[in-house]
């Protein structure tokens, strides 16, 4: 009989992203801050005057995920809007720039959870395999 636990690639990749999830949003619980508030934050600060499209490209979420998001960075004055025209402009306020430094360790440190307990080769084959299938997945 078919397994359909755990030789099941949904039951066992969502088991998996639930564990990632964990780790990760805990890390950045201190910081106030989701994973995705995180990369956001990176976003404007390596890339100042970004557009949300541009942010919505790079990190892989919905334009409407990404404009609730700066929202509500805007509104705890980590990041801010500008209009020029047609076109809206992100970029890191002071407070969003000081905590550029603090979401980069954040990251290391997780790393180094995921690191002590899978190794850096698997946390390379995995990040491989899973980017490969999901672009295949998706088109």
């Known amino acids: 009989m078919k397994n359909y636990y755990f030789d099941n690639l949904y039951y066992t990749t969502t088991a998996f992203s639930r564990e990632i999830s964990s780790i990760t949003e805990n ?8 994973p995705s508030d995180a990369y956001l ?12 499209t541009e942010i919505s490209e790079k990190i892989l ?22 209009q020029e025209g047609k076109y809206t ?15 980069l360790s954040t990251w290391d440190d997780i790393y180094e959870v995921f690191n002590r307990k899978l190794t850096g080769d698997t946390i390379r084959q995995l990040v491989e395999i899973t980017s490969e299938a999901a672009k295949k997945l998706k088109y």
């Open 27 to 34: 890390a950045f619980m201190d910081l106030g801050l989701t």
């Open 89 to 103: 402009y992100v970029a890191a306020t002071s407070k969003g720039k000081d905590l550029y430094p603090e979401i």
């Open 41 to 52: 934050i990176m976003v404007v600060n390596e890339k100042p005057n970004v557009q949300p």
């Open 61 to 82: 979420l919905a334009p409407s995920t990404i404009t609730r998001m700066i929202e509500k960075l805007e509104k705890r004055n980590i990041v801010t809007r500008t």
